[in-house]
């Protein structure tokens, strides 16, 4: 027979292991960080754990030979950072948007893995990712072929919170600086369905 002592003390350990192993909501969102700046061996991003999403992102791009293919690559988690997930992309309007390209980065499949990291992803429009952006995308490697690009891309966010958790970035502010003659290039995407050229959406813009 077990003592009432005995039943005390077991339960007493049995609420210090679950005590132990689960956080109350509050501290676990404590935990993350509105900004967090990481750099990779192809691009620095600057991303936000309580959006989910980076903030700003910057690489180069520049005339790189074209030796591997993407296949059925998918994006994957970090370990030591809280970013979006699959959960955030599935049945809705967005796509997971590269800011730095998959296609830029294809000599090499460590560079290629590098862009399928959820640090280098944001909720786009479909629309917007496919379209005029792709479109963009590629004249940047055309002009690359002539000298380097450094490329930063800026976003801003809406209130919009998705339930699982990101929030929906509002527009993307791309600037182009052309390292060798110095020319800057901006332009400013809503993170909707493109209504004009991808060359329509430059602007003048401070950098």
């Known amino acids: 027979m077990i003592s009432n002592l005995k039943v005390c003390n077991l339960s007493f350990l049995v609420t210090l292991l679950v005590a132990s192993c689960s956080k109350p909501e509050n501290i676990v969102a404590q935990q993350l960080r509105e900004q967090v700046e990481v750099t990779t061996s192809i691009f620095t991003v ?26 059925s690559m998918n994006f994957y988690t970090e370990d030591n950072y809280h970013t979006s997930d699959n959960k955030d992309y599935y049945r809705n309007v967005w796509d997971k948007g590269h ?3 998959a296609a830029t980065f294809s000599d090499s499949m460590e560079n290629l893995k590098q862009t ?37 891309i ?28 110095n020319v800057y290039k901006c332009y ?15 602007v003048q813009h401070s950098h």
């Open 154 to 181: 800026d976003i801003e966010f809406s209130d919009s919170i998705l339930p699982t958790g990101a929030t929906i970035p509002s527009k993307f502010i791309k600037h182009i600086k052309f390292l060798n003659s």
């Open 116 to 152: 399928f990291s959820f640090l280098n992803c944001a909720l786009q429009d479909q629309y917007l990712n496919r379209g005029e952006w792709r479109l963009l995308e590629e004249k940047e490697r055309d002009w690359d072929d002539i000298e380097e690009l450094q490329i930063t």
């Open 99 to 101: 800011l730095a390209p």
């Open 46 to 71: 600057l991303y936000s754990e309580t959006k989910e999403q980076p903030i700003t992102l910057t690489y180069k791009s520049s005339n790189r030979p074209k030796n591997v293919d993407r296949g």
């Open 188 to 202: 400013d995407f809503p993170n909707e369905k493109p209504t004009k050229d991808w060359q329509e959406y430059q």
